[in-house]
């Protein structure tokens, strides 16, 4: 893995800019090519293990993937420092032991997420891992979400991915959304989301055409 994506915003800038994707490499090299291919903005990054960050200045991405990359509705629930359960949302993942024997989670969203609240289900965990659209030969790139909505989505696309042959084409996107609390303090936050935009064809479209 070359480098991680994530959701943020240099620390000059206001919250409500967390809607630019960031990318984190431990590569000088990786970080050089990106900000050339791609454009944005080099950051200092604190990240001992990922020291060159480059701010994007967009909310949406093309990615390729295929179904081996996608991991979606994965649960975990922790105890402490440990995993206590991992699950597909209907059996059972770890502990090896137990996977393949159901998990006993809610079928319906609506009750999981309320028994994730309590401390008492699991949480989503997921993750993609694909290759940039604009610069496919610098290698794979990882993304890590804990949002449910983004868990969903993921889902939907490693279905429609798993008729397809080969790579697709991925949009990856972050929108900011706004609540208040009962205190009447607005809180922002970003959501990622990602859909299938399409599927790669021919060589140039995966970046291998001479």
Not at 3 to 10: C, I, K, T, W, Y
């Amino acid at each position: 893995m070359v480098a991680r994506l994530s959701a943020g915003a240099s620390l000059s800038q206001s919250a409500a800019f967390g809607s630019t994707w960031r990318v984190n490499t431990e590569h000088r090299g990786v970080r050089d090519a990106i900000t050339e291919l791609c454009g944005g903005q080099p950051q200092e990054s604190a990240a001992d293990d990922a020291p060159y960050e480059i701010l994007l200045g967009r909310s949406e991405l093309d990615v390729f993937a295929a179904i081996p990359d996608i991991v979606a509705n994965r649960f975990v629930l922790a105890a402490g420092s440990h995993t206590a359960h991992v699950c597909d949302g209907q059996r059972l993942l770890e502990p090896v032991s137990m996977a393949g024997f159901p998990c006993g989670c809610p079928t319906v969203m609506v009750e999981r997420k309320a028994a994730a609240r309590l401390g008492r289900g699991p949480s989503p965990r997921s993750s993609l891992t694909f290759r940039l659209r604009e610069a496919p030969k610098l290698g794979s790139f990882s993304f890590d979400s804990d949002e449910w909505s983004f868990s969903e989505q993921l889902g939907v696309v490693g279905q429609k991915l798993a008729s397809l042959e080969g790579e697709a084409i991925l949009r990856l996107s972050l929108e900011v959304s706004q609540i208040s609390t009962r205190t009447g303090t607005v809180v922002a936050y970003t959501r990622p989301g990602v859909v299938v935009v399409g599927q790669c064809s021919t060589s140039r479209d995966l970046g291998l055409a001479a």
